[in-house]
């Protein structure tokens, strides 16, 4: 007997857009985790329960990122990193300190932030109203 309603098994870490449908989280913001993360186990990592300061301060760049270049909120951004949206708030909350204190920061969510103004702050700005 055949199945009339087959289970779709969908790869999370395949690509940003797969994480995405499976997180219910923004592309924009998938995308960003898959910049930081670079290959399968970087994400996965990133996603993870890992309390490392290297994992925890990309998680802030992202948290940052995402919320001042993106307009994501809190949840939408916990969903993509799989933290809770209070976790977020003290992610970006730190980020937002590291940004005045660790130049190391400042040059990683830079860079991170380059990425998002070369494909998705024009969108952005045009859903705003801005441009």
């Known amino acids: 007997m055949t199945d009339l309603f087959p289970a779709q098994v969908i790869d999370r870490y395949a690509s940003p857009q797969s994480l995405a449908v499976v997180t219910a989280a923004p592309v924009e913001v998938s995308k960003l985790v898959f910049e930081m993360g670079g290959c399968r186990e970087g994400v996965e990592l990133l996603r993870s329960n ?10 802030h760049a992202i948290s940052w990122v995402a919320r001042n ?7 939408q951004i ?3 990193l799989n933290l809770d ?34 494909g998705t702050v024009q969108r952005t700005a045009a859903r705003r109203g801005k441009a």
């Open 69 to 75: 270049f993106i307009g994501a909120t809190f949840e």
């Open 85 to 118: 949206h209070s976790v977020i708030v003290r992610s970006y909350a730190r980020a937002r300190l590291l940004r005045k204190m660790d130049p190391d920061f400042v040059d990683m969510s830079d860079r991170l932030s380059a990425t998002v103004r070369r």
């Open 50 to 59: 890992a309390r490392d300061m290297i994992v925890c301060e990309q998680r």
């Open 78 to 80: 916990g969903r993509a």
